[in-house]
Nanobody
Framework: QVQLVESGGGLVQAGGSLRLSCAAS????????MAWFRQAPGKEREFVAA????????YYAGSVKGRFTISRDNAKNTVYLQMNSLEPEDTAVYYC????????????????????WGKGTLVTVSS
C-alpha cells in the first residue's frame, strides 16, 4: 500500500519556524516531482512548493517564497518543508503530494495534477 505520511505540524508563534516531513512508503518517488499544498479553513487547497525528482529545481508560491524551503532525501524517500518567519496567514493543514504521471517538474501545480496524497498535518500560527 502506497502511503505519504506528513509530520512536524503544531502550534507556533508568529515569526517562528517549523519543519514538516513527508515520508513515503510502498513505492519510491525518487523519479517524480513532489509538492506541498495547504488548505486553510474555508479556503481551497493551494500550491505551496514543488521539487524536482533530483532536488535540483524548486518552485514556490509567491506568498511563501523567501520564507519556505522545500528539499528531499531520495535515499530516505522523504520530502521536507522548512518554514521560517511564519505568519498567522500560514495557518492551514499542509499536505504532501506526488505527481507520478510526468517526470518534468511544473512551475506550479493544481491539486488535480497530483495523484498521490498524504492526509495532512495541521500548522497553527498564533499572532
Amino acid at each position: 500500500q502506497v502511503q505519504l505520511v506528513e509530520s512536524g505540524g503544531g502550534l507556533v508563534q508568529a515569526g517562528g519556524s517549523l519543519r514538516l516531513s513527508c515520508a513515503a512508503s510502498g513505492r519510491s518517488f525518487s523519479n517524480n516531482a513532489m509538492a506541498w499544498f495547504r488548505q486553510a479553513p474555508g479556503k481551497e487547497r493551494e500550491f505551496v512548493a514543488a521539487i524536482s525528482w533530483s532536488g535540483g529545481t524548486q518552485y514556490y508560491a509567491g506568498s511563501v517564497k523567501g520564507r519556505f524551503t522545500i528539499s528531499r532525501d531520495n535515499a530516505k524517500n522523504t520530502v521536507y518543508l522548512q518554514m521560517n518567519s511564519l505568519e498567522p496567514e500560514d495557518t492551514a493543514v499542509y499536505y504532501c503530494a506526488a505527481d507520478t504521471r510526468f517526470r518534468t517538474i511544473r512551475t506550479t501545480y493544481s491539486p488535480r495534477d497530483m495523484n498521490y496524497w498524504g492526509k495532512g498535518t495541521l500548522v497553527t500560527v498564533s499572532s
